[in-house]
Each structure stands twice: as C-alpha cells, then as structure tokens.
C-alpha cells in the first residue's frame, strides 16, 4: 500500500518506561480504544503486552479482539455482558440498571465506576452504598475488584486535585473491601501535582500518554507516522487551472505530486500532536504569513495545489529536489480518525 501509518516500538516502549518510572508500583492499564487510538488494536496489544499489567478498552466486541492472558478492563458500563464471561474480563457497573445484564450465579469480575464531575457516565457516590449491599445481597457471584472515576478538566490541576481528593474521601470509605481504586489517565499521569494527590490509587490508565498525544514535558514521544508516497509526478505544461472548480492556478512548470489518500483518509482533520508550545505558537504566527501545511518530505514543507479529493491529493514538488523515485511524504495528522483498513508498520 502507498499509505500507511509507521509505528515505532522503540519509542512506544520508551514511553511505556516513562510512565512506569513515574507511577511506581501501581499497575498499568494500556487503553487499546478506538482501535488503539487509531494505531491498530492487534499489533498495539501484541507488542506491548509483556510490558503492561492490563488492558483497557471501550467495548466488549474490542476486548473480543484482544489475544491476550492479562486482565482486560471494560470500560464502558452501556457495554452488553455475555453469559459465559471469560475470565480476564472485567466489567464497569454504573448503575442499578446495569445490575440485570449479569446472569445469576455466573462469576463476573467488576469494577465500579464512580461520577465525580464529568456527568457522563457514572454512579454518583451518594449511591454507592446502596449498590454495594444491592450487590451484595443479591448478585453474590458478582465479584467487586475495583472502584474508579474519570478526569475531565485535567489541565486544571487546582480543580483536578480536588476531584482527586473528593475520591479519596470515597474510596477511604471502602478501603479493605475493594481492592483497587483508579482515578489517573494520561494527563494525571504526567502532572507531578494530580500523580502525588492521588497517591492512594493502585491502577492507572494511559491511552494518550503510551501514543505520545500527552507528555511531551516529560519526555514522551509521538509513536507514530503517517506517510504516503507519491503515486504519480509530471510537470505541467502550460497555464492552467488544477482541481475540482478551477479554482487554482497553476503555472506551466509546477511539478505535480499525486498523493493516494484524501478526505476519505480524513486529511482535512487534523488532530495535531502538540510537539512544543514555542514551536506551535511560531508556527500559528508564520502561517498568517506563510500557507500552513501538514506535509512533509524529509522535515521540509509541502503544499497541496487544490484541496484534497476524496482519495487522492495533488501536491506541489517544483522545489523538492530528489533522485529518487520513491517520495514519501509524512502527513502531520492525529491517527486516531485512521481507518481500520490502512495498513499499519510496527518498526
Ligand atoms: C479513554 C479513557 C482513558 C484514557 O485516557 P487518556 O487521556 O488517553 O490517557 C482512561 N480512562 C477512561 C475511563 C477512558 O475512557
């Protein structure tokens, strides 16, 4: 395939060292999500699996596609629960609703997950109590390993302590009747401050962090490449227009590139990966000057010639200078709306 998304196990693992340097003995749970945000579900969870204590996704069908003996935390409580559970699977309870989707007297491993703000999903604490007892007395196969709650605003770290605090102040209420308490995902993870206030958890969730979307300020680095080469190159010939509604122009000599990906690949969308806050802000202030781009060949910018099509895109080549016929341009664009489809390089 001439497009595809290269990913680097080297610095996957660095990143998964990172965090484990930083949370200590508490378990890591590599969320696999979304296709691992993209990334590719099968090939994430092979490579990394000796290195991380759990894996966490979104719904049953994706913790089916899991090949793998370590526990797999479900963590969406609108998930369906199967009559013979496997036994590394874990599911997420929310309410009291959730409680009739479990067959009596099948063993079922559960976590119970906590709305401490973000007022999504979520059991609100004042409940917990009477869920438990309901539990209790009457879902006796239905084992409680766990209780955790989201961060919803963790970039602001006054307001994230105090959720983390008023977890605490609930979780102390159960502590020697559950056994594993969870509240950090990526950004708590990187920040010293939301890390130490939530020093009483066990667990920690990390999606953004193992890909390099979050923590960049302590060393994590973006995993991923997306690239494509160039299918087709000529030259134009004379004054024209190019694209859809002429409504480019383009001079005899231009170098045309044409690149097999467009907006069915998502190219117009953009998820950036925030490398640094000085570079980011010279680059909004240069491209009020400059056209911005998000392509590259070999660091140098490149420009498309009309906005993508739906599969192909037409770039400017006139000033890359190259012997070689293979051009590979790499696409600064978040991997998380790729396709399942595209192919995906584990180097
Ligand atoms: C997606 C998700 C995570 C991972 O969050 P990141 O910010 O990517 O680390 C953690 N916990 C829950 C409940 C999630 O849904």
Not at 315 to 323: A, F, M, Q, V
Request: proline share 3%.
């Amino acid at each position: 395939m001439d497009f595809w998304c290269e990913v680097d196990k080297k610095k996957l693992y660095s990143n998964i060292d990172i965090i484990r340097n930083r949370v200590g003995d508490k378990k890591i749970v590599a969320v696999v999500k979304g296709n691992a945000y993209g990334l590719g579900i099968g090939g994430i969870s092979k490579y990394i699996e000796s290195k991380v204590d759990l894996f966490g996704v979104a719904t049953l069908d994706e913790a089916n596609k899991l090949k793998t003996q370590k526990d797999i935390l479900i963590m969406s409580p609108v998930c369906s629960i199967p009559t013979t559970p496997k036994s590394n699977y874990i599911f997420t309870i929310d309410s009291f609703n959730d409680l009739n989707k479990f067959k009596k007297n099948t063993k079922y491993r559960v976590h119970i997950y906590l709305d401490s703000g973000m007022n999504r999903l979520g059991i609100k604490a004042n409940e917990l109590d009477k869920l438990l007892t309901d539990l209790k007395e009457n879902y006796p196969s239905i084992k409680v390993e766990g209780l955790y709650t989201h961060l919803h605003n963790a970039t602001n770290i006054e307001e994230t302590k105090k959720q983390i605090f008023m977890f605490r102040n609930i979780c102390e209420k159960y502590i020697g009747i559950i056994p594993n308490f969870h509240c950090l995902n990526s950004k708590g993870i990187v920040n010293d401050e939301l890390l130490s206030e939530a020093s009483f958890t066990n667990i920690v969730r990390a999606g953004n962090a193992l890909y390099g979307y979050d923590g960049t300020n302590v060393g994590i680095q973006k995993v991923f490449s997306i690239k494509a080469k160039v299918i087709k190159q000529y030259t134009i010939e004379t004054d024209g227009y190019i694209g859809y509604g002429a409504k480019r122009k383009v001079k005899a000599g231009t170098k045309v590139g044409v690149l097999p990906c467009g907006t069915i690949d998502k190219l117009t969308y953009i998820k950036n990966v925030k490398t640094n806050m000085v570079k980011d802000c010279l680059k909004a202030v240069k491209s009020h000057i400059k056209p911005s781009t998000y392509m590259y060949y070999k660091g140098k910018p490149i420009f498309e010639l009309c906005t993508p099509n739906m599969n192909c895109t037409l770039i400017d080549l006139t000033n890359i200078e190259t012997d070689s016929k293979d051009i590979i341009v790499e696409l600064s664009m978040g991997s998380i709306l790729l396709d399942s489809s595209i192919e995906k390089r584990y180097i």
